[in-house]
């Protein structure tokens, strides 16, 4: 395994639409045992392909204290949103921001696993919440997107600040 490379804000990269997996292979499982292992490696929650430069549909999340509830979703679309939240969100893409996002309390996802297999996953709260901003990196959406232009302003310029900063120390 290793520990891929994640793209930041505001590499274009991370605007691209992911294309659907065709092929699963051996390839597809190790690729997505890397993100696993890259995810944890940053201290993240969930990560999609596109924020490692692969624009395939495949997002992995544990949201679990010990790390051991991976779920992995391919191709993964949304069949049914209820409800609404306010979630603090923060994006690997977006290191060391976080702001509040609303979305669907809950969410039905047909999936298919590393397998080719196809299921369907519902999610609640916190965790719908992390589907839902993964599925966003595959269309090429960030979570500031939904923001209102001030607020991104704020953000980014938090960002900007936060990278000046790191790159003197």
């Given at each position: 395994?290793?520990?891929?490379?994640?793209?930041?804000?505001?590499?274009?990269?991370?605007?691209?639409?992911?294309?659907?997996?065709?092929?699963?292979?051996?390839?597809?499982k190790?690729f997505?045992?890397?993100?696993?292992e890259?995810?944890?490696a940053?201290?993240?929650?969930?990560?999609?392909a596109?924020?490692?430069?692969?624009?395939?549909r495949?997002?992995?999340?544990?949201?679990?204290?010990?790390?051991?509830q991976?779920?992995?979703?391919?191709?993964?679309?949304?069949?049914?949103k209820?409800?609404?939240?306010?979630?603090?969100?923060?994006?690997?893409?977006?290191?060391?921001?976080?702001?509040?996002?609303t979305?669907?309390?809950?969410?039905?996802v047909?999936?298919?696993?590393?397998d080719?297999?196809d299921?369907?996953?519902?999610?609640?709260?916190?965790l719908?919440?992390?589907v839902?901003?993964?599925?966003d990196?595959?269309?090429?959406?960030?979570?500031?997107?939904?923001?209102?232009?001030?607020?991104?302003?704020?953000?980014?310029?938090?960002?900007?600040?936060?990278?000046?900063?790191?790159a003197?120390?």
């Amino acid at each position: 395994m290793s520990v891929l490379s994640i793209l930041e804000f505001p590499d274009p990269r991370l605007r691209t639409r992911a294309a659907p997996v065709s092929v699963f292979d051996a390839n597809l499982k190790q690729f997505v045992a890397d993100m696993f292992e890259t995810m944890y490696a940053a201290n993240g929650v969930g990560l999609a392909a596109t924020q490692v430069n692969v624009h395939q549909r495949v997002l992995v999340i544990d949201m679990s204290e010990e790390r051991n509830q991976p779920l992995v979703l391919i191709n993964a679309e949304i069949v049914a949103k209820d409800g609404a939240q306010v979630y603090q969100e923060g994006c690997l893409s977006f290191p060391g921001l976080y702001a509040d996002v609303t979305r669907a309390l809950k969410v039905k996802v047909k999936a298919q696993d590393p397998d080719g297999k196809d299921f369907v996953y519902e999610a609640e709260g916190p965790l719908a919440v992390a589907v839902q901003h993964e599925m966003d990196h595959l269309e090429g959406k960030v979570f500031v997107d939904y923001l209102s232009p001030l607020k991104r302003s704020l953000l980014l310029k938090r960002l900007e600040k936060h990278r000046k900063q790191a790159a003197s120390a």
